[in-house]
């Protein structure tokens, strides 16, 4: 009897190997497989397997919350589509050097009159430290193209050049400056009132309410435009991005107090003369986006790899996700609750949004340092 009984528990423990493994390991989200990894070998080679070809990684939203009163911390929540889950991201308070901005999706910035600070890697491992540029602006729009800083516009018609445009080489750690913004920009020469996309070689500088559209060549200090991105006349307001290298602009259709439709189109061309409706957000999406805002001005987009996320500054308790899938033949839209709000933080919290291609490697890396952790908090429904 006692043998029979041993023989049945080891049929218990049998272990768990090859397609079952696998299958079960696109079910556990990201930030499990880094512990999964160190059971054994051939759990190892299972979950780089189970990534591989089952559920791969996609590209985290990471929602940076700064408190707007001293001491003026800072919270981090991800998102992970994979997995479908919020994370919170228990790390060292940003140190504060002044209010924290984000552009292009994967950069963050502080900047005061004495010093500008700047992160652009995946979680924000490491910052780095300059001195200002010569002008000081209190909403300029900055970009990372390659290895320059582009800091640009937003600074005070008394004193200062609005339409300054400064840049700041990684290399030689030093400010050069440049021919001044276009002209037409002088009346919007500011983050509040551009959307910022950039590729390898170009920064595009997109007026949100004409869709007038500028680039800026870093290396040759050239501007060129500009280029009229809307679909429509219809289009009060649009925001620019890339996705998987091809540029992309959603547009808001109808009215700040009536916003009818949301819809997503590619640019592409040599004078980004032509454009092809991709898709349109589903109306109860729309609704969603709009939340109790009594209107919606723009909206802010973040987009990596084939994903596009959404929000609504005037209300952002909602998060609109977009997978563009086929080479943008199908877009699959969905939902998701924005973990960093709450009834407090709408009011008291500055909110920013980056998005970061966050594999193994990288978690990993962030939890070798030793003062960082990540936990899920939330799960999309």
């Known amino acids: 009897m006692a043998k029979h009984q041993t023989v049945v528990e080891e049929e218990e423990e049998a272990p768990i190997y090859g397609d079952i493994l696998e299958a079960i390991l696109t079910h556990v989200p990201l930030i499990d497989l880094v512990p999964a990894c160190r059971v054994s070998t051939s759990w190892k080679s299972a979950v780089f397997s189970s990534l591989r070809h089952l559920n791969p990684v996609k590209p985290w939203l990471i929602v940076h919350a700064q408190s ?37 999706s994967n950069l963050l910035y502080m900047q005061s009159p004495f010093q500008f600070v700047f992160s652009s890697d995946r979680l924000q491992l490491t910052w780095h430290k300059a001195v200002a540029p010569l002008v000081w602006r209190p909403d300029p729009i900055v970009a990372l193209v390659g290895k320059r800083v582009v800091i640009a516009g937003g600074a005070c018609d008394f004193g200062d050049d609005p339409l300054a445009v400064e840049t700041y080489n990684l290399k030689t750690r030093a400010w050069d400056t440049c021919d001044d913004m ?33 680039s800026f060549d870093p290396i040759t ?57 991709i898709s ?93 952790r990540f936990t899920i908090k939330e799960a999309m429904e």
């Not at 959307?195 to 949100?208: G, H, P, Q, W």
């Not at 091809?246 to 109808?254: A, D, T």
């Not at 009818?260 to 040599?270: H, L, Q, T």
């Not at 994903?307 to 086929?326: G, M, T």
Request: proline share 4%.
């Open 280 to 372: 349109e957000m589903p109306k109860e999406l729309v609704v969603k986006l709009k939340g109790q805002s009594p209107r919606v001005s723009s909206i802010g987009m973040n987009s990596m790899g084939n994903f596009v996320f959404l929000h609504n500054p005037s209300d952002p308790a909602e998060v609109i996700v977009c997978e563009v899938q086929n080479g943008g033949s199908f877009c699959s839209w969905g939902s998701v609750g924005n973990a960093a709000v709450d009834d407090g933080s709408r009011i008291v919290m500055n909110l920013v949004y980056t998005c970061a291609n966050v594999g193994l490697g990288e978690l990993h890396q962030a939890l070798r340092s030793g003062d960082r």
């Open 68 to 104: 707007t009163r001293n001491p003026y911390t800072t919270t981090s929540h991800a998102y992970d589509p994979r997995s479908h889950v919020w994370v919170d991201i228990e790390q060292p308070s940003i140190k504060y050097v002044s209010t924290l901005r984000s552009s292009h």
């Open 182 to 214: 276009p002209a037409i920009l002088k009346d919007s020469c500011a983050s509040t009132w551009l959307s910022v996309a950039v590729d390898k070689t170009k920064m595009y500088v997109m007026e949100k309410s004409s869709g007038a559209t500028h």
């Open 221 to 277: 200090k050239i501007w060129q435009g500009p280029y009229d991105l809307r679909l429509g006349q219809n289009v009060f307001s649009s925001v620019i991005g890339f996705v998987n290298d091809r540029m992309f602009v959603v547009g808001l259709f109808g009215e700040a107090e009536n916003v009818e439709s949301v819809k997503m189109w590619e640019v592409k061309g040599e004078m980004l003369d032509m454009k092809i409706e």
